[in-house]
C-alpha cells in the first residue's frame, strides 16, 4: 500500500490552509485545465502569500531574435510536470511557502521604461506586503525594474547571475537601454552591494577585449564556463559562501545552459551549462535569503518540444526550494 | 479619429455587465495572462451565463495517434488571437451572450464510461441551469457524454455533424464504443431525432462497402465532400433550410478539414475542407436553436505553429456567433 | 448494428484468397507492425499478384533538396491510414486486385544509370509476369528506368504527367540526366506514344522563354495550373479522353501539389494544386489501361507531421483504384 | 534538343548587361552562395538599377508574435528557388528590369520613429535615382517610412493593400503607432489619393464593430474576402482598373494568405487567401504604375519548412513582372 | 586495402546461419526497405532464434503525454542505423545470439488488463522456447505483463531499472494501474527477487515526502541521479555486482535520460543521463544473466528529428550486447 | 561607462585595414544584411588574405542521409551569433588574421570527382597564394580533394580527424568513394604523415571487427569516446603534443558531437562529445601549425532550430583562433 500517487497528492477536499498550493491533479489532471506557474492558483494580492510569481512578458530589448515575450506563457503551461517535494533536501516548498501566480504585469512591447516602470511597482507591492517577488520574464531587461524595486526595499543587494553573457555591455546602436546592458545599468544606479555580484557560466567568443572590462571595473567575480565544467563542486562551495553573505537577488538567463538544454532562447551560446549543472548551481545557494528571483530570456520559439521552457519551470521550482530551505 | 483599436476595445473601466466578455487587451495584452477560452474569465457556475465553454480533455477511445488530451489547452492557448464581431453579420457575439470558460471536465484516460458520464452530468447541469454547453474535446467520444445529458433534457435533437468519417462504424478489436462509433450509439440510444441528422464532408476510401449501412439505414442524410467542393452555395443552403429545423447540437470533428488546414488531428484524410470552406459551414447555420455544441479532435502535438488550434478557435468564436444570431 | 469496423474489416480467419489484402487491422491495428505500402504483404514474386508495389529509393539525380531516398519509407508508414473502398466509384481495390509490397530496388546513390537499370529490370520482371508495376519514389530520374521497360513491354505508350514542371528541359551544370529532363529523354529515347503525352499542374515561373519549347515541340499537352483552377470539370473531361486513348502510364510528383499540402519535397512551387484537386484529376481517370505509374518526389525532411506521405499514399490508393475500375 | 537548362540559364560568359540579373545557376547552383532577393547581385547604389529590392528587418512595432525582423534573411534565402520568366504573360522580369538587393536598411527594433526615418531615407534615395523602390519587411509600419517617401516624390498615391486587417485601427495599449495602424497614419499624413485605396482579403472577426469605421469614413473600397472567394474573376477585373488609374503603391501583407499556405507570420487569421489566389492578385495589377511596393509580416519562426517565405519570394517576382510589363 | 565495408558487411550470398542476422546492407540499404528492429527479419516462432524482439505498441496507462504506442514504429525506423559489434568489449552480438523481430503483440489502447494478458502470454511462449524476450514499449506498463511471465518460468527475479521515477506510486484519480505503478504492483505480485531491485537515475522533484517510502520499504536501492553524475565509475562498479548476482530483467525508461537526448518521451524530468551515461549503464551489466529486458516510453511526436528512437535503438543493441557477452 | 557594446564594435568609419573582419554591427546588425561565414566579408583572391573561408557544398558521396549541401547556406546564417575575441587566450582572431568569405565552389551532386577536382583546384590557389584554406561542407568526401592540394604544397600532413566515424571503411554497394572512405584514401595516395594521423571521438558500434584494421595497419592513433569521457585533459594534453609536431590538417566532422548537440548530421551515433568537449579539443591545438582545416556533415534538415550550424560556426571560429594563435 502507499498513500503517495503521483498525480493524486491530497484526497481530501482542499481546506483553506492548501489555497496557495498546486491544485490536487486529482481535481485537474496534469494535462487538463487552466496553465499557471506550478499549477498554482491565480491570486492578485501578494499580502496572502510568501512568494507571488508573475510574468513579465517583454522582449522590446532583444538584440538578436525576439519572442521572450511568450515566456510566461510557456513556463506556466510547461509547469504542469512540476512537483514540490526535494528527496535530496528534505524540503516540500509548498508546505513551507504559500505561493500564487500573480498574473502578468503589463509590459508595452514598444515602451521599455514605461515597462520597467509597471515591473518596478508590482515588484515594489510585493515586496511592501512581505513577500517575495519572482519573475519570468521576457529579457533580460526585465531584472533592472525589478532591482529598482528590491533596492529601494532592501538597500543594494548581492547578485547571483548565472548567463552566458555578464549583460554588462554598451549600446547598441545607440540605445542605451538594452537586455545586454541590465547588470551595467544596476550598477551605475547602486542598485548591487559592492562586492556583493558573482557572474556565472559566462563565456566567449565576446565581441572585443574590452567587453568584461566593466564588470572587472565593477568588482563583479567572474566564474566562467572553464571554472563549473571543470570542478562543479568547488563553484558549488563558492555559491554556498554567497549564500550566507546576506540578501541576496537571483537572476537566471536560461541562456547560460548549452542550446541543447535551452535552444528556446534568443542568443544561444554553445558549450554552456547542462541542465543538472544548472539545477546544482541553483540547489548550492540552499540558506540563503533570496529576496527576488528571476528567470529570463525563454523563448519558445525554437522549442516546439518545449524542453526548454521545462527545464525552466524546474529552476524556477528549484530557487523557491532555495527560499522555502531557509524558512 | 477611431476609436476601434485592435487591442484595446474597451476604455472605460470595466462594468459588472462586462464579466462574461473577452478581457481587455488593455489590461492583458494577448501575448499575456492566463489562456482561456476566447479570451473569457474563468467561471464555475453556469448560471451566470449564456454559455459556458468546458473542455474535455480525454483521448482514451482514440484508434490510432492519441493528443486529443491537449485539444483543450490548445484552443485556450491559440483563442490569444480571437475577436467576436462579424462584419458580416453584424453581430458581436459578446454583446449578446454571456459567455465563460467553465475549466476542463474530470477525464480519466483508462476509463471512458467513467468520463463520460462526468461530462454528462456536467453538460445536463449547465442545460439545467437555461445556460448552452460548448465543449473542446478530447476525441470523438466525449460527444455521447453531451448528446446523453441533451436529449434527456431537450429529447432527441437535430444534428449537424462535420467531419471526414460518419462515425457509425463496429468496434475495433472487440472494444464497442470509440471514437468512431460515436453516433451509431447516439442513435441505437436515441438520443437523435429522427430525420434531423445531417452529415457533412464525409469522404472515402473507407474500409468496407458496408460501412456507411449504418448512416444510410438510419436516415441519416450524408453530404459527402464532393457535394461541398462543387457546390458551397447549395450546401449553405442546405444548412440554412437545417437551421430552421429545430432544437439542432454541432459537432465538428477538425479532421473535416484538410491535413493542410489542420495537421493537428489523430486521424487526418486527405482531401477535406479549406478553413474558408469550415468557417462557411457553420455560418450557414446562422439562426439555429442551437442546443449545445461540440469542437472534437483537435491534437497539438503535429502541429507546432498551432494553425489547427488557431482555426478551431476560431470555428468555436463562429458556432458561438450562429448562437448570437438566434438571440 | 453494424458489420463494418473502421478497423476490423474481416473477422474470420484470413483465407488464402485474402493473402494479397491489406492485413486486418483486427490482428495488426494501424498503430502497430512493420510499415508497408498500403499495409499490403510483403511478397517479391509479381507472378502471385496483379500490382507490384516497388519503391524505388533514389535521390541522385537531384538538382536542389535531397531526400527523396527516404519518399518509400514515409509512403509506407503513412499507408497506415489508407483504406480501399471508394463510395464514389463503388469500387473496392483489393476485392478487385491482388496487390502487394515488392520491396525496394537496390539504387545506389552515386550511380544514376545503374540505378536505372536496376529499376529498368524489376519493372520488366513485374510486366513479364503480367503484373502492372506501381513504383514509389525517389527523385523524378527514376520514371525513365520504368518507362524504358515499358517501352519495351508495350511500346510507346500515353503518359499522363501531373507535376510543378514539365521536365523536359537541358543539362545542368554540364550533367544531361537529371531529375529535371526525365520525360526530354523518355521522348528522345522513343519511349512517348506520338500524341499520346498529358502533362497537367505545370506552372511558372520559368528560367527562361525556351523552357517549354521541347515540350511544344514534341507534341506534348500541357493543361497548365490556370486550366484546372478555372475549370476543373473540363480538365477531367480531358483526362476522361485521355483514358480511352490505350495504355497509359501515370507520372504523378507530389510537387504538382501545393506546398502547403505537400511541404515535403525538394523542388516546391507555390500556386499548385490542392489536396482534393489532385485526388480528381488521378480519379478522372477511371477506366483507363494504366500499364504502369510512378509517385515521386516525396521527400520527408521538411514534413515532419508526415502529410505530403499521407496524401501520397491516398494518391496511391486512388491510381490503384482506377487500375481496379477497369477490371 | 533543347537549349533551356533548368539551372543553367546562359552559357555564355557575364556580359556586362547582364550584371543586373539573378547569377547564373551554372555558376551557383540553387543551393549554393550567399542568399540574395531572387538570387541578384547585392549593389547599393540605385542609380544603376531599375528596381531596389531593399530588406527593412524591423519587428518593434508588433502586437503579438515579433519575428519579422528576420523575414529579408528568410525571403532571400527562399529565393534560391525563384524564376524569372511568366509563360502567362510571355514576360521575362530580368529582360526588361535592372534589378539588385540593396541590402537591408538600419533597423532599430527599440526606435520605430529612427527607423521609419531611415526607410523613408533610404526609399527617397531610390526614387530620386528614378528605380522603384521595393521593400521586404518586417513588420507592416514599415510602409509608413516608405509612404511618406513616394507620396514627397509623386504625390499622394493610389493603394493596393492586401491584407487580413485593414491596419486602420487605434491605438494599443495608448501606443498610436503600431503595425495595426499603418494606414491610418499614412491617411492622416495625407499620402494616399484621395478614392484611390483598395483594401483585399481583409476578414473578420473584429475586435469592434467599430472597427472599420476609419477606413469606410476614409472613402477605402474593401473587398472583403467572401468577395474574392466567391468570384475571383470579378475581383481580378476590378484590380485591372485599379492598374489604369494611375500611380499605384502596393502593399502585400503575408497574412492575406491562409496559416496553410502562410503559417509564417505574427497575426494569422484562419479563412484567408490560397496561394494560387494570392499569386492571381498581384497578377491582375500587369500594366499598373507602380511606384512602390512592400511585402511585410513574413516572419520564418513558426514555418521551419519556409513554405511562407517561398510564397513571398514568389508573390515578389510577380510584382516585379507587373512592374516589367508596364515597361 | 580493407575488408570491412561500412555498409556492405557481406558479399557472399545469405548462408542459412546468416538468416538472424541484420540485412545485408549491400542488398538493402539502410535508407531503403521494411523497417524493423535492428533490420533483423521478421519472424514469428522464438524457437528458431535466442532473442525475439517484440513491439508492446500501447500507452493506455500513460498519466499525461500518450503517444508511446508508436514507440516501436519509431525504434524499427532508427534501427537503420544501428550495428552490430562493439569495439570495447570485442563482441559481435549477431555473431553470438540469433535474434529476430517478432513483431508487435496486439495492444488495445482502452484495455489495459487484456493487453498485459497478450503481454505476458507472448512472452512466455519465448520463455517456453528458450529464447529471450526483449520488448520495446509502449508505456512502462507493459513491463507488468513481461515480468508476470518471467516470474512464472524463473520465479521471482533481479531487476534494474533505469527510470527518472521510481513507478512505485499510489492511484491516479482512483485508477491503481497505471504507467507510475507496475513495479509497485510486481512487488506485491511477487514478481521481483527480495533484495534484488536496483533503481538507478530516479530524481526529484516528487509529489510528496512519501512518494518513495513503498520502494524503501520494500527494499529496493536507490541510486540517485546525483550518485551517477557524482562518480560514474562507482555506479558502474555497483551494476557490475549486481550483474553477477543470479537472473535479471533490465527494464530501460528512456525518461531516465534527459530531455536533450531523448525529448520524445511522455514525462519527461530535466537534469538526467546523458546518452553516454546511459550507454555505460548499461554495458555496465556485462556478464548478466539477462532473463529479459524491456526498453520504454519512447513517444516519437516531440522528437522529429528521431534522436530519441536512435538513442532507444542503440540502448537495446547495448542491452544483447550484453546479453551475447554472456554467452 | 563601457566602449565595449556587444553589437556596436566600431564607431568609426570602416578603415581599409578593416576590410576583412567582420561587418560592423553598427552598420548591419546580427539580424540583417547577407549572410557570409563569421560576418566576414565575400571576397574571391587568396592573395589578400591570412584564411579564406570556401563552402563545399556537395552530398553526392552520402550513405544514408543527404543534406549536407546545404550545411555552407546554413553556417553563413548561424554565423550571425558568432565573436571574435577568446577570453580565455585574449586572442581576438580578427586582430591577427585577415579573413574572408571565399563563396562556394563548384560542387556537382552528380559528379565526385569533378566536385573533388574543383575543389582541389581552389584550396591550390588559396595554399598558392600563401593563405590558409578553411572549408565548409558538404559531406566528408571533400576532405579528399582538399588533401590532395595541401599534400601537393606541403607533403605529407599530419592530420587530426575529429569524428564518430573512423572513415576508413571499405566500398559500398561496390562504389568505392564514398563519404566513409575519405581517410582510406587520403592514406592511399600517401597524402597523409606517417605516424602523423590522430583520430578522435570514433566510437561503436561498427559493422564488423575488422571496420579498424585499415586504420590500425595504416598506423593510425585512435582515441575512442571513452578516453575523452573519461579524462578530458588527458586528451587535452595529447592534442597539444600533436599541435607541435608540424603541419597539420584538421578536418571535424560535426557527428563526433552527440546527437543532442547536434541533430542536424546524416549519419548520427549516440553517447558522442558535449559542445564543450568538442571546443576544448580544437582549443587544445592552441599554436598548431594548421595547414587547412573542414568541418564537414553539417546537413541542417533536421535541425530547424540551427543549434548544429551555430555550434559549427562556433567550431570554426575557434580552429581560426588556434591559428591566430600561432601568429
Not at 546544482?280 to 528571483?293: F, H, I, T
Not at 522549442?303 to 526550494?321: C, F, I, K, N, W
Request: charge should be negative.
Amino acid at each position: 500500500m502507499t498513500d503517495g500517487p503521483p498525480d493524486a497528492s491530497d484526497k481530501a477536499p482542499e481546506r483553506p490552509e492548501q489555497a496557495f498550493k498546486p491544485r490536487s491533479t486529482r481535481e485537474v489532471p496534469r494535462f487538463a485545465g487552466a496553465s499557471s506557474f506550478l499549477r498554482l492558483p491565480f491570486h492578485d494580492d501578494p499580502r496572502d502569500v510568501d512568494v507571488l510569481i508573475c510574468g513579465a512578458p517583454f522582449d522590446g530589448a532583444t538584440t538578436y531574435r525576439p519572442g521572450a515575450r511568450f515566456g510566461p506563457r510557456a513556463v506556466r503551461e510547461a509547469s504542469a510536470l512540476t512537483r514540490g517535494y526535494h528527496p535530496a533536501s528534505g524540503v516540500d516548498l509548498f508546505e513551507r511557502l504559500r505561493c500564487a501566480d500573480g498574473g502578468d504585469i503589463l509590459c508595452v512591447p514598444m515602451e521599455i521604461e514605461r515597462t520597467l516602470e509597471n515591473i518596478r511597482a508590482r515588484v515594489a507591492e510585493v515586496l511592501a506586503a512581505g513577500a517575495v517577488p519572482a519573475l519570468v520574464g521576457g529579457d533580460h531587461s526585465i531584472s533592472l525594474g525589478a532591482l529598482r524595486a528590491v533596492a529601494a526595499h532592501h538597500g543594494p543587494v548581492g547578485l547571483v547571475h548565472i548567463d552566458a553573457h555578464a549583460d554588462t555591455f554598451g549600446p547598441a546602436w545607440g540605445v542605451d537601454l538594452h537586455h545586454g546592458t541590465v547588470f551595467r545599468h544596476a550598477q551605475q544606479e547602486g542598485l548591487l552591494r559592492q562586492g556583493g555580484v558573482l557572474q556565472l557560466a559566462i563565456r566567449g567568443p565576446l565581441t572585443s577585449a574590452s567587453d568584461l572590462d566593466f564588470a572587472h571595473a565593477a568588482g563583479f567575480e567572474l566564474l566562467m564556463i572553464d571554472a563549473i565544467k571543470r570542478d562543479l563542486a568547488k563553484v558549488e562551495a563558492r555559491l554556498a559562501r554567497a549564500a550566507a553573505s546576506g540578501p541576496l537577488y537571483l537572476s537566471f538567463d536560461i541562456d547560460a545552459v548549452d542550446p541543447a538544454y535551452a535552444p528556446g532562447t534568443g542568443t544561444p551560446v554553445p558549450g554552456g551549462l547542462t541542465s543538472y549543472e544548472a539545477l546544482c548551481l541553483v540547489r548550492a545557494l540552499a540558506g540563503a535569503q533570496l529576496v527576488g528571483l528571476d528567470l529570463v530570456e525563454i523563448s519558445p520559439e525554437r522549442d516546439p518540444g518545449g524542453q526548454t521552457a521545462l527545464l525552466g519551470a524546474s529552476l524556477l521550482a528549484e530557487a523557491l526550494s532555495v527560499l522555502a530551505a531557509s524558512r
